[in-house]
């Protein structure tokens, strides 16, 4: 009998706040020395309170609109409680039964809540020690939960790629999974087709850091799930790491369930209220988002890859904007999707783009006079000096300025030979 996988997602995005989730120290924690942006309350001090980063509170909630989400007009801040070295505290400010958004959907995916909380430590192991950096903990940290209704990794891949380009889209965060901007997490699992609801376990796989990674990590842990039940044992309900250098999973702890926590409302932090016009107020403030991008971009008459290379690129996106205004947008997306992503912004490309509108009929128009007016060139062609092209389509760029030179060459070829 043939098995089915089972796959949900828990992905962290950091937001590019100024300032800390609780505190004023600064977010911006990459490359910075270690314990140099700390203060009592992000190191946990007794006697220091939280104050909510109201910027978060905003980035959160329009990140839950972007992907179709209900908002809870009263919401709180909890305390999830575990004693691990990266929270001094013992606690960690999140959210539970409350969440700020909740019932969205992105690309078919159910989407469960999205939340705030505060960001952990940074642990450093260096052989038979463990450091701990605290200029992460605090920062504020965007969860987006979703339903375990993925059945692949590849069906995943779309989703995470496109989740992602939101988050961008949205300016709140660089979501650099290679700078722990965004960290993936998959619930996985394995059932038989036949069999009723979600399986009686799942095993967690915590922080990975690329598409890649992530893709490797979920294969390879469903295999090993399918030998383990075909054995006739059910997988252990545990967290574990992925090793990138074998491409497999390990085990590191049992996994907690919600009990484990002992969540209670955070007394130091008050409820929070939002008003619906509040709400309508961030709703109009969304920018335009991929999905509505492309789909303008098809509408023009580009085709689906095209429109999907130029979205993906916001480099590439804001000189298709800046260039179609004035020139045909087909003719505008064949010349930026070839190009390196590093020579768009040239100044040259507004030269290159002129090329783009000689009609062909232009062209020949030119080519016509300019080889009336130099026969010994035409002839020097003709007896095998074919590199003579180049100084007909140079008298052609006097003509009418920069020019398709493979459609100017094509042209002068068939007037010689007609």
Known sequence: MSWQTVLGFEVHIELSTNTKMFCACPADHFGKSANTQVCPVCLGLPGSLPVPNARAIESCIKLGL??????????????????YPDIPK????????????????????????????????????????????????????????????????????????????IVRTLEISTADME???????????????????????KVEIKNVNSFRFIKKAIDFEVSRQINVLESGVNPIQETRGFKENT???FSQRAKEEAHDYRYFPDPDIPPL?????????WRRELPELPAQKRLRLIQLGLT????????????RYAKFTELSANHDPIDVAKLLVNLPEDKVSDASINRSIDTLNNSEAEIRDAAIKVIADNPKAVTDI??????????????????????????????IDEIIKS
Not at 273 to 281: A, G, K, L, N, V
Not at 304 to 315: G, H, K, N, Q, Y
């Open 179 to 201: 700078k722990g901007s965004m960290r993936l997490e998959a619930n996985i699992s394995v059932k038989r087709p036949d069999y009723p609801g979600l399986p009686d376990y």
């Open 247 to 249: 491409g497999e999973t």
């Open 273 to 281: 209220e939002f008003t619906q016009s509040q709400i309508s107020i």
């Open 382 to 411: 003709k007896s095998g000096k074919s590199q003579v092209i180049f100084f007909l389509i140079g008298q052609i760029k006097k003509e009418l300025g920069d020019v398709d030179v493979s459609l100017t060459q094509k042209i």
């Open 304 to 315: 689906a890859t095209t429109a999907a290379i130029l979205v993906d690129s916001s480099i």
């Open 66 to 83: 972007a992907l179709g989400c209900k908002v809870n007009l009263k919401s709180k801040f909890d305390r999830k409680n575990y004693f």
């Open 90 to 165: 013992g606690y960690q400010i999140s959210q539970y039964d409350q969440p700020f958004c909740y019932g969205g959907l992105l690309l078919g995916h159910k989407i469960t809540r999205v939340h705030l909380e505060e960001d952990t430590a940074k642990l450093q192991h260096q052989k038979s020690e463990t450091w701990i950096d605290f200029n992460r903990s605090g920062v504020p940290l965007v969860e987006v939960v979703t339903e375990a209704d993925f059945s692949s990794s590849t069906e995943s891949d779309e989703f995470l790629k496109e989740l992602q380009a």
